[in-house]
């Protein structure tokens, strides 16, 4: 594209087309950092068939967009007058929801970005009466599509944004309508990680710190030569690292003592000027502010200083007074095993660092290996008779810190519990863990399914949603909520839909099904104990 900036072209490209050797030293920035945003440019076109938006039947509930794993269809909503010139063919409608009254609502998908994975229509509850293999989404022909809705789709980018303090609440619907700061990554066609991170830059992304344990996530999210990470209109975004597979929990430990060490600096040079500062913003950028209204303040301090003399280091850091969301993210490798005990660590301290534990049961970036995290039953790469151990439960050991904010979520099986979690956890003035169940290629089942898989196994037991908040405890309630129900006795008809349990049903059925008996009456024990945290069980009476 003529549009792309001037590394893209020289630079970025030459790598793409197998021609990075042939690039100078003095091409490549000096210090290691590198352009954000950059997967917007490359345009893959490999999905045969991409979503067309249906609009007579939609509902707006915005799950298409939560479920896409690459940003490729994205949703806003803008006034009558920003679509007045919008082309023919680019569909809106009137904002259904009271807190939106009088706007319009697009759906657009980014036709050259979309990996084809069908998981928007899947996860659509929107079926025409007469045909319900018709949705409000649908798949069509690419090629037959994609220059009308690259058309649109260029129209859509430039429409206004929605701003995010003007939305009565966050949820699932509303948080869709942000966009994303995570977009077009190299992940698998259907990925179940990716959902979680572009949610984390909906919400956080314009203040992110991430420090990425290696892995899938690390290898989608900063594998040279693009990068999905982007900013939004105002240049801001995450800022992302990849440390060592074994220490990242420690890596992103000292991002927030950095941060924290960064602003007590400030906070001293802004002592040194107090005399030149209206006493009114003095006093409100030492009180607790939301970070649009901190952004407001700092704006203010730099227009009060800005011909002080003395007042560089101040004026050029003070954007270090906004509050950071400091993120450790990785898999269940890095989470259960390899790096477990840096996040043990971390956790046990008071630091306040989110950490997001994208759980494949597996070593998903090498070829599906059994961890800690796999389950009973699961066959995996040099475990071809079926995991004979429970798999670790990290969140309910991590509990037993209780200053600790735990939630494992499943994105198919509750959205807005995910939504509500995350925000949360944020929140949380000290340490989180969220464990996040995230269908994956090593499963061994068409991923455009994983929504309805994941109810499944929530619904049988397999995986419980909860949050462990001790401020519950401040309210006189037990810190844990429980947001799931009983297990179901599907256990084993929710397993075989997935190659890694039938695996082990054909090659050895006597030795599967005792397995899942097994899981049944260990799930079933787990549960119990998680309904005795909960409060929603009667305490088992001395014998």
Excluded at 330 to 350: E, K, Q, R
Excluded at 404 to 432: C, D, F, R
Aim: charged share 25%; net charge negative; hydrophobic share 40%.
């Amino acid at each position: 594209s003529d549009a792309a900036p001037d590394f893209v072209k020289t630079v970025t490209a030459a790598m793409l087309a197998g021609l990075g050797d042939a690039l100078p030293v003095s091409a490549l920035p000096p210090d290691g950092t590198w352009p954000m945003g950059t997967t917007r440019w490359e345009k893959r076109n490999i999905a045969e068939e991409i979503p067309v938006w249906k609009e007579e039947l939609c509902t707006q509930c915005n799950h298409c967009v939560a479920a896409c794993p690459h940003s490729a269809i994205r949703a806003k909503v803008v006034s009558p007058q920003a679509m007045e010139n919008a082309p023919a063919s680019l569909h809106s409608l009137d904002v259904k929801s009271r807190d939106m009254r009088g706007q319009k609502y697009v759906l657009q998908v980014a036709p050259e970005d979309c990996t084809g994975c069908n998981l928007c229509v899947e996860v659509c509850p929107a079926k025409d009466r007469q045909d319900p293999q018709i949705k409000a989404i649908n798949m069509m022909s690419r090629l037959e599509h994609v220059e009308e809705e690259k058309v649109n789709y260029d129209f859509f980018l430039d429409l206004p944004e929605i701003e995010r303090s003007k939305l009565e609440r966050i949820d699932i619907r509303t948080s869709q309508l942000i966009t994303p700061l995570f977009e077009y990554s190299g992940a698998c066609s259907g990925c179940g990680e990716t959902p979680y991170i572009k949610l984390l830059t909906q919400l956080y992304g314009d203040r992110m710190l991430i420090a990425n344990a290696t892995g899938c996530s690390s290898i989608y999210g900063g594998n040279l030569p693009s990068t999905p990470y982007t900013t939004d209109a105002n240049g801001r975004g995450p800022a992302w690292a990849n440390s060592l597979f074994e220490d990242n929990a420690e890596f992103g430990l000292g991002f927030r003592l950095s941060v924290d060490q960064h602003r007590a600096r400030v906070m001293r040079l802004l002592a040194q000027f107090a005399d030149r500062i209206p006493a009114e913003l003095n006093d409100a950028l030492h009180a607790e502010a939301t970070p649009d209204v901190r952004r407001e303040q700092v704006a203010a301090l730099r227009q009060h200083l800005k011909s002080v003399a003395g007042a560089e280091e101040l004026l050029k850091d003070a954007d270090a007074l906004v509050e950071k969301s400091i993120w450790l993210i990785g898999g269940d490798g890095w989470a259960y095993d390899i790096g477990f005990g840096g996040l043990d660590h971390v956790l046990s301290l008071t630091e306040n660092v989110n950490i997001l534990v994208l759980d494949t049961q597996c070593y998903s970036n090498t070829g599906g290996q059994a961890s800690k995290a796999t389950p009973l039953g699961a066959v995996t790469k040099f475990g071809e008779h079926g995991k004979r151990k429970a798999r670790k439960d990290l969140g309910v050991s991590m509990m037993m810190y209780g200053h600790v904010y735990v939630a494992q979520i499943s994105l198919g099986a509750q959205l807005n519990q995910t939504v509500k979690a995350i925000q949360e956890a944020e929140a949380w003035p000290g340490p989180s863990l969220i464990i996040a169940y995230s269908p994956c290629e090593e499963h061994g089942y068409d991923l455009a399914l994983s929504h309805d898989q994941m109810r499944q196994l929530t619904a049988t037991g397999f995986w419980p949603l909860y949050r462990f908040d001790p401020r519950r405890a401040d309210e006189g309630k037990p810190p844990l909520a429980l947001d799931s129900r009983p297990p179901s006795d599907a256990l084993a008809e929710t397993l075989l839909n997935e190659q890694r349990f039938r695996r082990l049903n054909a090659q050895q059925p006597e030795v599967a099904e005792q397995l899942w008996r097994d899981a049944a009456l260990d799930l079933q024990k787990r549960y119990d104990f998680l309904a005795l945290l909960a409060g929603k069980a009667e305490k088992p009476g001395a014998d």
